[in-house]
């Protein structure tokens, strides 16, 4: 099969998305995840970034992205341990612009995963965020492992599949 020329003047453009796109082999965005249930796990890094929270009307508005990445302990499906990243907690910087019911619960459920994250791996309750995640990325950088129960669930609404995590106890100290 020969490539059209028009196509092949293209590819140059492309390069660079192409370049830096993760392969996808059919996990999903996320790449592979345990199957549904409770593992045990190593936090091993965390992210935090500006992302826009996305109203169910489209509107967005100013936020953040919390993103963890774990290492299975136990790995039953592989000689070396897998990681894995988790699912994306994303939150409006002010709750208070979101208009939305529906936005306004999604706001709540991933504020109290996030903080259920944060607390889970700090080992204590947490007030204030920009603290909390201070103390969470310096601890999870540092030398001693973070050890946790991560479970992994899917959600099924119509023909997509969503991947959500919780952290539900610490296995540290």
């Not at 509107?59 to 990445?69: A, D, N, R, S």
């Not at 002010?94 to 709540?108: A, F, L, M, N, R």
């Not at 995963?113 to 007030?127: A, D, F, M, P, Q």
Request: charged share 25%; aromatic share 8%.
């Amino acid at each position: 099969m020969a490539i059209d020329n028009t196509v092949k003047s293209m590819f140059a453009q492309f390069q660079s998305d192409f370049e830096n796109a993760q392969a996808d082999n059919g996990h999903g965005g996320l790449g592979w995840w345990p199957e549904a249930g409770d593992w045990e796990v190593f936090v091993t890094g965390m992210k935090v970034e500006s992302s826009a929270f996305r109203q169910s009307d489209g509107m967005e508005i100013p936020g953040f992205m919390c993103q963890f990445t774990y290492q299975m302990i136990d790995d039953p499906g592989s000689e070396e341990p897998r990681t894995f990243q988790g699912s994306p907690i994303r939150v409006a910087a002010d709750p208070s612009k979101i208009t939305v019911d529906g936005s306004k619960i999604k706001q709540e459920i991933e504020t109290k995963r996030l903080k259920g994250h944060l607390e889970t791996i700090l080992g204590k309750s947490v007030s204030n965020p920009q603290l909390a995640m201070e103390e969470a990325d310096t601890a999870i950088s540092g030398d001693t492992p973070i050890a946790v129960m991560c479970r992994c669930q899917y959600n099924t609404r119509g023909s997509r599949t969503y991947k959500t995590e919780y952290l539900t106890q610490s296995l540290s100290g």
